[in-house]
């Protein structure tokens, strides 16, 4: 009970000196402590006295520490009720007191924060990328973007010798873009440098149209908008008369006066296909950098009569899908030898550019790649073949129907050989007919004689073709030739040919013969082919063979098609024939195979493994 | 006369390695038919009713999802190659004619030509399938 007293006398200097004044309510912050613990206010004394501002602050918190100690009191349980409520009424006017203290001081932070943080959203900050000219615009952007916390605009981006900047406003977005600094690889895994700095407000931004202004720009930009062929002619847009009229200076080699422009063109008309900015003295292409994303479909662009220095001004619009453009009347235009190499520096940038400063350009050769030269060979290759075979079969038969066959003997090797076989058919009910033939026949399954198997063999040019002028007069139906290209190397071409002729005199006269025959040539002179062997297979036609003989017209429009037409039937039924689907669906699968064979066997047999094939596809 | 002799004896080692050859290859289609690709040159070329199949692999694929066969060959002629066609690797030009009938499909009368290389062994001459072009006769019939 002594100790209570003591605390009384102690607690009531102190309220006495609260209300006195605010310089005693300072002082006896430093006093307080000093009493409590002689060794800890004694340094915060010295803190004070070293930094004012930082100790008045300290000084606050001491002091809402302080209640806090103060609350820990009140709720000794030891307490007798009596003195409790003495001691209450006596804290509740020192809390009071401390706390509307301790409330401004807050409110002051706080309204300092606020003052703080709108200052910052309006900051403007400029973002350097030191190797960014390397490196397309788009792609760069993106990337930044993907590993920046925060979503950001750029504003003005451009590039300055090999650097690559642009401006973007709050502090936040500056604080995040900053973490991006060395985070980005480039496709040779180079980190990517990113500097972020305090900026004045950017040129675009500083110079920026009222919406009235905007408004008198889009109608100016509208008149000269033909929307039948989706052109924008601003030739001379400096000089535009309703704009003059308005005081309205639209000088597009200015960054603000292009950024209003393209911004009215990605609202109004973002299908835009051609652009004339003729004759505005544009000495450089940042702001027109902005038309990939504002008006990308833009594919020819007239840029002729301005100041552009240097082609590399180009590559700021090279994301541009271009076919047409116009280059003429800059000053770069005259670094050039000639013409050729003019356009080639042009093309390096625009690959697939059509025409230049109005002229048609010629595909140079050299920009096939390698891939595509191999097939292309390829198929020069097998067409070159199909040609000379083609070219000799259409000549062989010419002197073989219509001439005198002894005229065939240049088409024949020295040392060539020839034989003729008539295959037995019992079905075949005209089979006497074939005596002609029958008589040179050469099927070694009937002629086991080994001096007749020689002599039926024709040796040498001169007997072949004195023993193919022996045979029956005809005429081949070239239309019914089936041509297969059996076997090539360098030294052979094996091919042979499915067809039908008819008789042309002699007893069977008219009748229809179907045949067969393999050829093997070598090359001779002057890209001919030279025969070397030479077998004959010979049988009468079937009837139904003989109801399309002769009937295809020789015209070469009218005959490509059905023979294309009759080739993929063959395919279809071999194709039904080997996988023993029905005929509609072994078309559908080669259809669906692009007309390959080997694929459509492929992918019908992995479909069969499967079990994927249906039952009622088959016969 | 020297030559004659020398053209004889080609077309007899010609006639010789076509009747074997027949005998073999059409035995193989039709009863050993995982056998047949064996035959074949690694590089060879068939030509199916127009429809080109080149290397073992293929040839294995197609031959493995080709029915079941009945073949019967009506006509065999063979002609022994000029060396000058065939960079002096001996081969020779075989021609079949006949009747196959496929599992679930109607009888076809059918041509076929092979382009056959002599492969020495220490044993003896293989003659293997440099190319192979088959046809259907009678087509239209189907």
Same mark, same amino acid.
């Given at each position: 009970?002594?100790?209570?007293?003591?605390k009384?006398p102690?607690?009531?200097?102190?309220?006495i000196?609260?209300k006195?004044?605010?310089?005693?309510?300072?002082?006896?912050?430093?006093?307080?402590?000093?009493k409590?613990?002689?060794?800890?206010?004694?340094?915060?004394?010295?803190m004070?006295?070293?930094?004012?501002?930082?100790g008045?602050?300290?000084g606050?918190?001491?002091?809402?520490?302080?209640?806090?100690?103060?609350?820990?009191?009140?709720?000794?349980?030891?307490?007798?009720?009596?003195?409790?409520?003495?001691? %209450?009424?006596?804290?509740?006017s020192?809390?009071?007191?401390?706390?509307?203290?301790?409330?401004?001081?807050?409110?002051?932070?706080?309204?300092?924060?606020?003052?703080?943080?709108?200052?910052?959203?309006?900051?403007?900050y400029?973002?350097?990328?030191?190797?960014?000219?390397?490196?397309?615009?788009?792609?760069?952007?993106?990337?930044?973007?993907?590993?920046?916390?925060?979503?950001?605009?750029?504003?003005?981006?451009?590039?300055?010798?090999?650097?690559?900047?642009?401006?973007?406003?709050?502090?936040?977005?500056?604080?995040?873009?900053?973490?991006?600094?060395?985070?980005?690889?480039?496709?040779?895994?180079?980190k990517?440098?990113l500097?972020?700095?305090?900026?004045?407000?950017p040129y675009?931004?500083?110079?920026k149209?009222?919406?009235?202004?905007?408004?008198?720009?889009k109608?100016?930009?509208?008149?000269?908008?033909?929307?039948?062929?989706?052109?924008?002619?601003?030739? /001379?847009?400096?000089?535009d008369?309703?704009?003059?009229?308005?005081?309205?200076?639209?000088?597009?080699?200015?960054?603000?006066?292009?950024?209003?422009?393209?911004?009215?063109?990605?609202?109004?008309?973002?299908?835009?296909?051609?652009?004339?900015?003729?004759?505005? /003295?544009?000495?450089?292409?940042?702001?027109?950098?902005?038309?990939?994303?504002?008006?990308?479909?833009?594919k020819?662009?007239?840029?002729s009569r301005?100041?552009? /220095?240097?082609?590399?001004?180009?590559?700021?619009?090279?994301?541009?899908?271009?076919?047409?453009?116009?280059?003429?009347g800059?000053?770069?235009?005259?670094?050039?030898?000639d013409?050729?190499?003019?356009?080639?520096?042009?093309?390096?940038?625009?690959?697939?550019?059509?025409?230049?400063?109005?002229?048609?350009?010629?595909?140079?050769?050299?920009?096939?790649?390698?891939?595509?030269?191999?097939?292309?060979?390829?198929?020069?290759?097998?067409?070159?073949?199909?040609?000379?075979?083609?070219r000799?079969?259409?000549?062989?038969?010419?002197?073989?129907?219509?001439?005198?066959?002894?005229?065939?003997?240049d088409?024949?090797?020295?040392?060539?050989?020839?034989?003729?076989?008539?295959?037995?058919?019992?079905?075949?009910?005209?089979?006497?007919?074939?005596?002609?033939?029958l008589k040179?026949?050469?099927?070694i399954?009937?002629?086991?004689?080994?001096?007749?198997?020689?002599q039926?063999?024709?040796?040498?040019?001169?007997?072949?073709?004195?023993?193919?002028?022996?045979l029956?007069?005809?005429q081949?139906?070239?239309?019914?030739?089936?041509?297969?290209?059996?076997?090539h190397?360098?030294?052979?071409?094996?091919?042979?040919?499915?067809?039908?002729?008819?008789?042309?005199?002699?007893k069977?006269?008219?009748?229809?013969?179907?045949?067969? %025959?393999?050829?093997?040539?070598?090359?001779c002179?002057?890209?001919?082919?030279?025969?070397?062997?030479?077998?004959?297979?010979?049988?009468n036609?079937?009837?139904?063979?003989i109801? /399309?003989?002769?009937?295809s017209s020789?015209a070469p429009?009218?005959?490509?098609?059905?023979?294309?037409?009759?080739?993929?039937?063959?395919?279809?039924?071999?194709?039904?024939?080997?996988?023993?689907?029905?005929?509609?669906?072994?078309?559908?699968?080669?259809?669906?195979?692009?007309?390959?064979?080997?694929?459509?066997?492929?992918?019908?047999?992995?479909?069969?493994?499967?079990?994927?094939?249906?039952?009622?596809?088959?016969? | 006369?020297?030559?004659?002799?020398?053209f004889?004896?080609?077309?007899?080692?010609?006639?010789?390695a076509?009747?074997?050859?027949?005998?073999?290859?059409?035995?193989?289609?039709?009863?050993?038919?995982?056998?047949?690709?064996r035959?074949?040159?690694?590089?060879?070329?068939?030509?199916?009713n127009?429809?080109?199949?080149t290397?073992?692999?293929?040839l294995?694929?197609?031959?493995?999802?080709? @029915?079941?066969?009945?073949?019967q060959?009506?006509?065999?002629?063979?002609?022994p190659?000029?060396?000058?066609?065939t960079?002096?690797? $001996?081969?020779?030009?075989?021609v079949?004619?006949?009747?196959?009938?496929?599992?679930?499909?109607?009888?076809?009368?059918?041509?076929?030509?092979?382009?056959? $290389?002599?492969?020495? $062994? @220490?044993?003896?001459?293989?003659?293997?399938?440099?190319?192979?072009?088959?046809?259907?006769?009678?087509?239209?019939?189907?």
């Amino acid at each position: 009970m002594w100790s209570s007293p003591d605390k009384d006398p102690e607690d009531r200097p102190s309220m006495i000196v609260l209300k006195n004044t605010n310089s005693e309510t300072q002082k006896h912050r430093y006093d307080l402590p000093y009493k409590r613990s002689e060794t800890h206010c004694h340094s915060e004394y010295k803190m004070s006295h070293r930094r004012g501002f930082q100790g008045r602050k300290r000084g606050a918190n001491y002091i809402w520490h302080k209640f806090d100690r103060r609350n820990n009191h009140f709720n000794y349980p030891g307490t007798p009720y009596a003195v409790g409520l003495k001691r %209450r009424k006596e804290r509740y006017s020192y809390e009071d007191r401390y706390f509307l203290t301790v409330w401004n001081d807050r409110k002051t932070e706080e309204c300092e924060d606020l003052y703080a943080e709108r200052r910052a959203t309006e900051r403007w900050y400029k973002v350097t990328i030191p190797s960014g000219r390397k490196y397309e615009k788009t792609w760069l952007i993106n990337s930044i973007q993907k590993l920046c916390t925060v979503p950001f605009v750029p504003v003005d981006f451009h590039y300055d010798k090999n650097r690559a900047r642009f401006f973007v406003q709050d502090a936040k977005i500056a604080s995040a873009l900053k973490d991006v600094n060395l985070k980005i690889c480039d496709e040779t895994s180079r980190k990517i440098s990113l500097f972020v700095s305090p900026s004045v407000v950017p040129y675009s931004v500083q110079n920026k149209f009222s919406s009235e202004q905007m408004e008198h720009l889009k109608i100016s930009i509208m008149k000269r908008y033909d929307a039948s062929q989706k052109a924008l002619d601003l030739e /001379k847009f400096r000089f535009d008369q309703d704009l003059m009229d308005k005081d309205i200076d639209m000088m597009l080699n200015r960054r603000s006066c292009m950024v209003a422009t393209l911004q009215i063109i990605e609202s109004n008309i973002p299908e835009l296909l051609s652009l004339n900015l003729k004759n505005n /003295k544009l000495y450089q292409l940042d702001g027109l950098s902005d038309m990939t994303e504002k008006a990308p479909q833009v594919k020819i662009l007239n840029l002729s009569r301005n100041k552009l /220095k240097s082609i590399f001004e180009l590559e700021k619009v090279k994301e541009l899908k271009l076919e047409e453009l116009w280059l003429e009347g800059n000053p770069f235009c005259n670094c050039y030898l000639d013409d050729s190499e003019y356009i080639s520096a042009v093309r390096d940038l625009f690959p697939k550019l059509l025409r230049l400063d109005g002229r048609e350009l010629i595909v140079p050769t050299g920009m096939d790649i390698e891939a595509p030269q191999l097939c292309k060979k390829t198929h020069n290759e097998t067409e070159l073949i199909k040609n000379l075979v083609l070219r000799f079969l259409k000549e062989y038969y010419l002197f073989y129907d219509n001439g005198d066959r002894l005229r065939l003997l240049d088409a024949y090797h020295d040392q060539a050989c020839f034989s003729l076989s008539v295959p037995f058919n019992v079905s075949d009910p005209d089979l006497d007919n074939l005596e002609e033939y029958l008589k040179y026949n050469r099927d070694i399954k009937k002629q086991q004689d080994s001096n007749m198997r020689v002599q039926l063999l024709k040796h040498t040019k001169h007997d072949i073709v004195t023993s193919l002028s022996l045979l029956p007069k005809t005429q081949h139906d070239l239309c019914s030739f089936w041509v297969d290209l059996c076997f090539h190397s360098e030294m052979m071409l094996c091919f042979s040919v499915n067809g039908l002729f008819k008789e042309v005199e002699g007893k069977c006269q008219g009748c229809i013969r179907a045949f067969t %025959r393999i050829f093997i040539a070598i090359p001779c002179s002057d890209s001919r082919i030279c025969i070397m062997n030479d077998e004959l297979i010979v049988r009468n036609a079937s009837p139904k063979e003989i109801q /399309k003989a002769f009937t295809s017209s020789p015209a070469p429009d009218t005959s490509l098609k059905p023979l294309l037409s009759a080739e993929q039937q063959e395919m279809v039924k071999s194709f039904s024939v080997q996988s023993g689907m029905k005929l509609d669906w072994s078309q559908k699968c080669l259809e669906d195979n692009e007309w390959d064979y080997t694929k459509a066997g492929e992918a019908f047999t992995a479909l069969q493994n499967e079990g994927k094939i249906p039952k009622e596809f088959f016969k | 006369m020297a030559m004659a002799v020398d053209f004889k004896m080609y077309v007899d080692q010609a006639c010789r390695a076509a009747e074997e050859f027949v005998n073999i290859y059409y035995e193989t289609m039709d009863k050993r038919r995982h056998a047949l690709v064996r035959l074949y040159l690694d590089k060879a070329t068939l030509i199916w009713n127009g429809n080109v199949v080149t290397g073992l692999e293929a040839l294995a694929n197609f031959f493995e999802m080709l @029915p079941s066969s009945e073949f019967q060959i009506n006509m065999l002629d063979c002609q022994p190659v000029h060396e000058q066609a065939t960079q002096y690797q $001996t081969t020779v030009l075989v021609v079949t004619s006949g009747v196959v009938k496929f599992d679930g499909n109607k009888q076809h009368f059918f041509n076929q030509n092979f382009l056959l $290389t002599a492969q020495s $062994t @220490p044993n003896s001459t293989v003659w293997k399938i440099a190319s192979d072009c088959f046809r259907f006769q009678d087509w239209a019939s189907i």
